[in-house]
């Protein structure tokens, strides 16, 4: 769990600063464990946050409210403990709590978690997070910026340039 891996980290000394990088559901979950624990993390890298699982699991809901024992999910089975689970809290009210610098970076072609909860209601207050919006689908930011490279050679050494730097916050 990701709290584990921030203690082991926080207790070695040779750490002085952490941060949280997460992938699609990755995301997801270090900016939710970011907001818990603001003092331990230093800053955040988020590919394409998957903020749409909660909408997706209560998709999933029966007439009742209630959540099948199991789902398919992706091609992988899920119980109905990480529906309940993922409904039980709005993740854009917890986030909230995390007023760190943040770099989210997030394809504007995604289909699988729409742009639109990256872009929507997270950016409605004052969080001190950078964008980054690039023609492509749901992978890895280091393909995002190999694609802009060669894509857009016009822009991209200010656009990478502009990556690069934000990551020295620390």
Known sequence: DLNAVIDHFKNDPRFTKLFLMGFSQGGFVSSYVAAQRPEDVAGLVLEYPAYVLQDDARKRALSDGA???????MGQTIG?????????????D???DYTGKALILHGDQDRI??????ASRI???SFGYFFGVFRIRHFPA???VEYFTVTYPENSEIRVNDFFSYLEWA
């Open 113 to 118: 978690v729409p742009l639109k909860y990256s």
């Open 67 to 73: 959540f099948p024992a199991t789902s398919n999910v």
């Open 80 to 92: 109905h403990v990480y529906n309940e689970a993922a409904v039980s809290f709005e993740i854009y």
């Open 142 to 144: 280091m393909l995002m």
């Open 123 to 125: 950016f409605d207050s």
């Open 94 to 96: 917890v986030i909230r």
